[in-house]
T-cell receptor
Framework: DAGVIQSPRHEVTEMGQEVTLRCKPI?????LFWYRQTMMRGLELLIY????????DSGMPEDRFSAKMPNASFSTLKIQPSEPRDSAVYFC????????????FGPGTRLTVT | DQQVKQNSPSLSVQEGRISILNCDYT??????FLWYKKYPAEGPTFLIS?????DKNEDGRFTVFLNKSAKHLSLHIVPSQPGDSAVYFC???????????????FGKGTKLSVKP
C-alpha cells in the first residue's frame, strides 16, 4: 500500500490567499484525521471524520478553516483567507476505526504564509 | 490544559545504553496509549501501544510500561542505536467511552539523540 498521500508537500503563499491541502487515506480505512504541528502547540487535532462524516471539529481554530471528505478516498483542508500564523506543518492520518487502532500519518504539508 | 505531557523536550543517550522516555496523563478515562516516532520531514510512525488492562508491552528493543495509579507511562529502548534518534510522541485515547473513539491526544514530544 502507498500509505497516506498528501499534496502538496510544500506550499508558500501570501497572506489573504486561499490554500487547499489534500489527503488520500489508506484504502479500507474509515477514519481520517487532520492535525497541525507547530513548535508552540505541538501536534494538535483539527478535525476528524468517521465514514466521511465529520465527528469532531472543535480543534478547527477559526471559521477560516474548513474541511471536507466527499468520499472515502479523498479529503481537503481549506484555509481562506490565509494568515502568517497559519504557517505550520499539516498532517493527515487515517485508521480503521476499532478499539486499539493506531493512526497512519502522511508525510505532511509544510505551509508558509508570508 | 494539556492532558498528555512529556516534560522532557530532549534526551541524549550513548549508543548501547538504555533510553527511557516518560509521559504523564491527567484524564482517567484514557485506556489506550501509543508511542509514535518522527523523523524530520516525515510524518509520525506508530511504534508500540498498550491497553490499560496491561502494565507492560514488549516489541523487540522497545518496551512500554504503564502505571495507571500514577497516570504515567514510559518507553524503554534497549539497546539504543543511532538510528533511534528522532522525536518520540506519546498519545492517549479513551477508546471505550464513546464520542471520541479513535481520537488521539498527543504530547509535545521528546527529541532523542543517540550518540555513537
Amino acid at each position: 500500500d502507498a500509505g497516506v498521500i498528501q499534496s502538496p508537500r510544500h506550499e508558500v503563499t501570501e497572506m489573504g490567499q486561499e490554500v487547499t491541502l489534500r489527503c488520500k487515506p489508506i484504502s479500507g480505512h474509515n477514519s481520517l484525521f487532520w492535525y497541525r504541528q507547530t513548535m508552540m502547540r505541538g501536534l494538535e487535532l483539527l478535525i476528524y471524520f468517521n465514514n466521511n462524516v465529520p465527528i469532531d471539529d472543535s480543534g478547527m481554530p477559526e471559521d477560516r478553516f474548513s474541511a471536507k471528505m466527499p468520499n472515502a478516498s479523498f479529503s481537503t483542508l481549506k484555509i481562506q483567507p490565509s494568515e502568517p500564523r497559519d504557517s505550520a506543518v499539516y498532517f493527515c492520518a487515517s485508521s480503521f476505526w476499532q478499539v486499539g487502532a493506531e493512526q497512519y500519518f502522511g508525510p505532511g504539508t509544510r505551509l508558509t504564509v508570508t | 490544559d494539556q492532558q498528555v505531557k512529556q516534560n522532557s523536550p530532549s534526551l541524549s543517550v550513548q549508543e548501547g545504553r538504555i533510553s527511557i522516555l516518560n509521559c504523564d496523563y491527567t484524564n482517567s478515562m484514557f485506556d489506550y496509549f501509543l508511542w509514535y516516532k518522527k523523523y524530520p520531514a516525515e510524518g509520525p510512525t506508530f511504534l508500540i501501544s498498550i491497553s490499560s488492562i496491561k502494565d507492560k508491552n514488549e516489541d523487540g528493543r522497545f518496551t512500554v510500561f504503564l502505571n495507571k495509579s500514577a497516570k504515567h507511562l514510559s518507553l524503554h529502548i534497549v539497546p539504543s542505536q543511532p538510528g533511534d534518534s528522532a522525536v518520540y510522541f506519546c498519545a492517549a485515547s479513551a477508546q471505550n467511552y464513546g464520542g471520541s473513539q479513535g481520537n488521539l491526544i498527543f504530547g509535545k514530544g521528546t527529541k532523542l539523540s543517540v550518540k555513537p
